[in-house]
């Protein structure tokens, strides 16, 4: 994996996964709470985007660190580790957002929407990191 390449790809790849997430969180709203599309997408674009798109770039980012830390040790598994931590960090932020500091409990986002949004995140990083010159992830 290329350090320098990596980090644009990182944060690029946070634009086409706030479209995904959205559209899947839209499809899952209208799907399960059976909620009509209007009622919910302009809601979700307005509160929720700014923030899928900050934790996607905070988790891609930090997931790229990690995997080129440890490719240090072991460079084969350089981008397999960048995708699964950017997934994990995007979980882990997007659960620390919803519950907040300082005491405050509010509703988290259900579990399901923490998942579509890390799997999502980590599909296309890995398709990004692909493009780059070196091993494969698998």
Not at 64 to 71: E, H, K, P
Not at 106 to 121: N, Y
């Amino acid at each position: 994996m290329i350090p320098a390449l990596a980090y644009p790809i990182a944060i690029a790849a946070a634009l086409p996964t706030t479209l995904v997430v959205l559209a899947l969180w839209v499809a899952r709203s209208r799907l399960v709470d059976h909620d009509s599309v209007d009622s919910v997408l302009l809601p979700l674009i307005f509160l929720l985007v700014p923030l899928i798109f900050f934790v996607s770039i905070v988790g891609n980012v930090a997931g790229v660190a990690a995997g080129q830390v440890a490719g240090l040790v072991a460079p084969v598994a350089a981008r397999l580790v960048a995708v699964l931590a950017a997934g994990a960090f995007c979980a882990l932020a997007c659960v620390w957002t919803q519950r907040g500091t300082f005491g405050r409990r509010s509703t988290p986002v259900s579990g399901s929407a923490v998942v579509m949004l890390a799997v999502a995140d980590m599909l296309i990083l890995a398709g990004g990191l692909s493009l780059l010159p070196g091993e494969p992830i698998l």
